[in-house]
């Protein structure tokens, strides 16, 4: 493993890129991170029932070059460690668990987040194991009084999960086989890159902090900072006229952003944990994985800054996914085999 080399790069990034693109035609800005990413032709035609989410790859899968690099995937049975960092409701802390409960929840009514989990599992490694299909929360740390401040960088992250398996009541497990570590802070809490280029991102720890290689994701709330950035499509940006904000299916529209990002995060680290087994890019020290390559993209036609179809429930909410008790909005993964983004709401399947 040559961390090392990693130690000052991009770890893997998370923007909703269709807002990016927005911006890029509206302003013609662009942060350099995205501007290069192989994204779909935009001119979808998403009233198209049977070729509509494929075709908007059309020209563009041979652009992908999704490869293995040899390195581990986790195949063994995952166990989410959350630490709530900062000020968490505990209906905020519920949305969340129970989004990430319904990973392995095969009874939930189709479509379902158990079958998005699907497309995840279709990723192997060199042995030929499959990505697991059990997901289950683990041990919680609450951080409640911001042990590093209301301001972290990316490094001051590893501190925080180095206090939280270090900690001398109730540590987190270290779980290095199985365990995989999510930061979430507080809609007051400013991270490094957050709303600029980043709304989460995963990499692991580096054994000269933390004293293991951990693999982590961190994910924030961003409803006081720029929910129209990472938690599109419930909050919209102000520079885009007419743009009119989705329903949060559950009525938080910071948490109901994050839930996307947080499904985003788990499906690269599981197939991408250390950065050295599935991604694109020649570049391995800023790798576009799996999620990265269908941001924005929720439903049949999406591409662009259009959504795809999604659903909407009797409140006028709209999501396109159900899970244990909840509905959220989930982005697609890449599904290596077919050589497209695929969710289990697509209308083609
Ligand atoms: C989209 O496809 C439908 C049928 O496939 C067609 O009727 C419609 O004109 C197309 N719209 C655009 C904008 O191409
Ligand atoms: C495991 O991955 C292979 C290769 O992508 C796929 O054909 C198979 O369906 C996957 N198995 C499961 C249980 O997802
Ligand atoms: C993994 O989880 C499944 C349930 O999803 C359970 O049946 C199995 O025993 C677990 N395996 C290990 C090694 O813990």
Same mark, same amino acid.
Not at 111 to 126: F, H
Not at 151 to 164: E, G, H, M, N, P
Not at 300 to 321: K, M, R
């Given at each position: ?13 998370? !923007? ?11 302003? =013609? ?12 032709? #935009? ?10 989410? /494929? ?9 992908? #070059?999704? +490869? ?11 166990? !989410? ?9 505990? @209906? ?7 989004? *990430? ?16 989990? $699907? ?21 919680? +740390? ?5 042990? #590093?401040? +209301? ?11 180095? /206090? @939280? ?8 497990? *270290?779980?290095?086989?199985? &365990?995989?570590?999510? =930061? ?17 991102? #995963? ?20 409803? $006081?900072?720029?929910? &129209? ?10 520079? %885009?006229? &007419?743009?009119?904000?989705? $329903? ?11 839930? /996307? ?15 050295? @087994? ?38 006028? @909410?709209?999501?396109? %996914? ?20 695929? &969710? ?6």
């Amino acid at each position: 493993m040559r961390q090392g080399s990693y130690a000052c790069r991009f770890p893997a990034l998370s !923007v909703p890129v269709a807002l990016y693109l927005t911006v890029l035609s509206l302003l =013609l800005l662009i942060t350099p991170s995205i501007a290069w990413r192989p994204w779909p032709n #935009h001119q979808t035609n998403g009233s198209d029932p049977i070729y509509g989410a /494929s075709k908007k790859y059309e020209g563009s899968s041979e652009f992908v #070059h999704l +490869k293995y690099h040899m390195g581990p995937v986790l195949t063994a049975n995952i166990t !989410v460690h959350t630490i709530w960092y900062g000020t968490w409701a505990k @209906a905020q802390k519920k949305i969340i668990r129970e989004f *990430i409960s319904s990973f392995s929840a095969v009874n939930s009514k189709p479509p379902s987040v158990a079958q998005w989990w $699907k497309t995840v599992r279709l990723y192997t490694d060199q042995t030929g194991a499959n990505i697991t299909r059990s997901v289950v929360l683990g041990a919680e +740390k609450n951080d409640r009084f911001y042990s #590093h401040g +209301k301001s972290l960088t990316r490094l001051s992250i590893q501190s925080v999960i180095k /206090s @939280a398996v270090t900690a001398n009541t109730k540590p987190l497990p *270290i779980n290095a086989q199985n &365990g995989l570590y999510l =930061l979430l802070t507080s809609a007051d809490v400013y991270v490094q890159d957050f709303c600029g280029q980043v709304c989460g991102f #995963h990499y692991f720890t580096f054994p000269s902090i933390v004293g293991y290689t951990l693999p982590y994701a961190w994910v924030g709330n961003s409803a $006081k900072q720029c929910p &129209g950035v990472c938690a599109y499509p419930f909050a919209v940006p102000d520079y %885009i006229p &007419g743009l009119k904000p989705l $329903k949060a299916p559950n009525g938080d529209v910071g948490v109901d952003g994050m839930i /996307s990002v947080i499904g985003h995060e788990i499906a690269e680290l599981a197939t991408n944990p250390l950065v050295n @087994a599935w991604y694109a890019g020649q570049d391995p020290s800023f790798p576009v994985e799996i999620a990265d390559l269908c941001e924005g993209i929720y439903g049949t036609g999406g591409g662009g800054s259009y959504t795809g179809q999604l659903t909407e429930d009797g409140d006028g @909410a709209t999501y396109n %996914i159900n899970g244990i008790r909840r509905r959220f909005l989930v982005q697609w993964v890449w599904n290596h085999v077919v050589s497209y983004c695929t &969710g289990p709401n697509a209308l083609d399947q």
